[in-house]
C-alpha cells in the first residue's frame, strides 16, 4: 500500500486551513468558518447558495483517522506524530477540496452535488451521518 498523500508536509494546519476558506470564498461560499478543537483546527463550515436556497455544510478533518494511517505506513518516525498527522489532514482535505472544485469549474458538476454529504440536513446532521443513522435509506437494488 503507497503511503499517505501528503506525509511529508511541513505546512502548518491554520495556514491550510486559512487556504481552504480561500477556495471556498472563490467559489462563492457564504459565511465561512473554522471549527477548532484545543487550538487546532478541526473542520470548516461554510453556506453556498443551491437552486432550493442557501445550505449550510461542514467538511470534517480527521487528523486521528490520518494519525493511525501514518502509524501502520511504512515511513520515518518523524512522520508518525500527531502533529504531523494533524498537517497531513489538512493537506489531504485542501486537495480533495481542490479536485472536487475543478470538477465545478470544468463544467461536470454543480458545488452543491460534490459537497452533498457534507450538507447539513438537521442542526449538526450532514446528509451522510443521516444516512448512516438510517435517515436517508436507499431501496435494496438501487444501490
Not at 437552486?51 to 493511525?68: A, E, I, M, S
Not at 501514518?70 to 489538512?90: G, I, N
Not at 472536487?100 to 452533498?116: H, K, R, T
Request: charged share 15%; with cysteine; aromatic share 8%.
Amino acid at each position: 500500500m503507497p503511503n499517505p498523500l501528503n506525509y511529508t508536509t511541513q505546512v502548518d494546519a491554520g495556514k491550510t486551513a486559512g487556504e481552504c476558506v480561500a477556495l471556498l470564498a472563490a467559489h462563492k461560499a457564504t459565511h465561512i468558518g473554522l471549527e477548532y478543537d484545543d487550538g487546532q483546527p478541526t473542520g470548516v463550515h461554510f453556506k453556498i447558495a443551491t437552486p432550493h436556497g442557501p445550505r449550510q455544510y461542514t467538511l470534517p478533518v480527521n487528523p486521528d483517522g490520518t494519525y493511525r494511517a501514518l502509524s501502520r505506513a511504512k515511513v520515518a518516525p518523524r512522520f508518525q506524530t500527531r502533529e504531523q498527522a494533524q498537517r497531513v489532514a489538512w493537506r489531504v482535505a485542501k486537495d480533495w477540496l481542490e479536485a472536487q472544485l475543478a470538477l465545478v469549474q470544468a463544467g461536470n458538476a454543480e458545488l452543491a452535488q460534490v459537497m452533498l454529504p457534507y450538507m447539513h440536513v438537521a442542526p449538526g446532521v450532514t446528509a451522510w451521518h443521516a444516512y448512516l443513522d438510517g435517515q436517508l435509506a436507499i431501496e435494496a437494488g438501487h444501490a
